[in-house]
């Protein structure tokens, strides 16, 4: 077998210690929420691309409208950073756990307000201006929620299967996003005009409900363990923030460039393609909808099923042949969404999410985690997380729609997404090989990776 990812040994701190009780109600604490928040962000996604433009920008014409919605969609992953600047200061000046109930209540607080909002026909421009500070607000518990999950597995965790563990609550995206494209593939069988004034509300509001389950699962969920042993005896500390960007910029940075290619697809797959092939391709939305949902369905296999084999690969040299695979795969697989056929486009939704997308999402976490230590583990892995989301998750249906009206076709967004893939590859190459035992001990090196 080979050698783990350098630095996964200081990941789970007393991890050893921990009862295996502790480590399910850790993982399921952080599968649960991320449910919950990826069903609440898409929902917006899958809204945008279906009715926002019709709701809260009527007098615009049909492509400005769209283009107006993904900018609306946009704001949400652009406040992401915020939210991981603010959730990891805190992640790692006072814990995980606490933050991880209040980004769950942001998030659910604004997602069914979104479902309340009166449309522009009943208070005008103010509807989209509410519009935009709820995506705000979602933005930034999703930017705090993130990052602070993965590291409650992760950090649960024997240094051997920190991928395994970091890839459970991955699993919660995808589920998010095949409950919310499911309730939508329902609702948009309904009569148009129904779906128009009603319908579409409905997710937002319903998710009240998986809030309070939430909130359930996780009150007795203890503390990271691989915190609590950084912070014991600790005196007054630096700024995570500052300390972050002082001592580790360069992970930083790599762990950003690593993650754009991933983000991007899942979002020219799962917002602007839903809007691109009903309008352009001619398929109906409920077909396009479930070929989504047959990549989700396929990605709650495929990931920690990835996770797995990148534990025993090594996870930098797995995170580096997925990378590899995307920047190889992404025109084939765009070339057959864009041949027209019904078969073609759900195959390729199918692998293009299930298992390009899986091959990155699946070990991300403990390739993330193991570049920062304990101290700015919730930072650093948060903001560079949510840094790239915006530059590629957020900018994605903005510049898919604008490449396709001025090249007529996918091309081009799929040389763009390879380009991103081959700077993955690149980051991933350049990433530490240091193991670092305590977090603040200096980095020594090992064989492996």
Known sequence: MNEPLPMLGNLAGAAPQTMPGARGKAILSATAGSIIEGFDFIAYGTAAALVFNRQFFPNLDPAS?????????????????????????????????????VSLFLMGGSTVAIGLIPNYASIGVWSA???????????????????????????????????????????????????????????????????????????FIASVVLVGLGAFVRRSVGESPAFERAVAGHGPRDVPLLQLLARHKRSLLLAIGAKLPEVTLYYVLTVFMIAYASTHLGFGRAD??????????????????????ADRVGVRRFYLAGALAMAVCAVPLLRWIDSGSLVALKCAMALALGINYSLLFGPQSALFAAQFPVDVRCSGISIGIQFAAAIGGGLAPIVATSLTARYHGLQAIALYIAVLALVAA????????????????????????
């Open 426 to 449: 690149l980051c991933t190459r350049l990433m530490s090989g240091a193991v670092r035992t305590h977090a603040n001990q200096a980095p020594t090196r090992t064989q492996g990776e």
């Open 65 to 101: 409208a769209t283009l107006a919605s993904f900018g609306a969609f946009a704001t949400g992953l652009f406040a992401r950073p915020l939210g991981a600047i603010l959730f990891g200061h805190f992640g790692d000046r006072l814990g995980r756990r606490a933050m991880l109930m």
């Open 288 to 309: 396009v909808l479930s070929a989504v949902m047959m990549g989700a369905a396929l990605q709650i296999v495929t990931l920690p099923l990835f996770g797995w084999l």
């Open 129 to 203: 201006v509410l519009l935009v500070a709820l995506r705000i607000l979602q933005g930034v518990a999703l930017g705090g929620e993130m990052g602070g999950a993965v590291l409650m597995a992760v950090e649960h965790a024997p240094a051997s299967r920190a991928a395994l563990f970091g890839s459970l609550p991955q699993i919660g995206p995808p589920l998010g996003l095949l409950l919310s494209t499911g309730a939508f593939n329902l609702l948009t069988r309904l009569p148009e005009g129904a779906f128009q004034s009603w319908g579409w509300r409905v997710p």
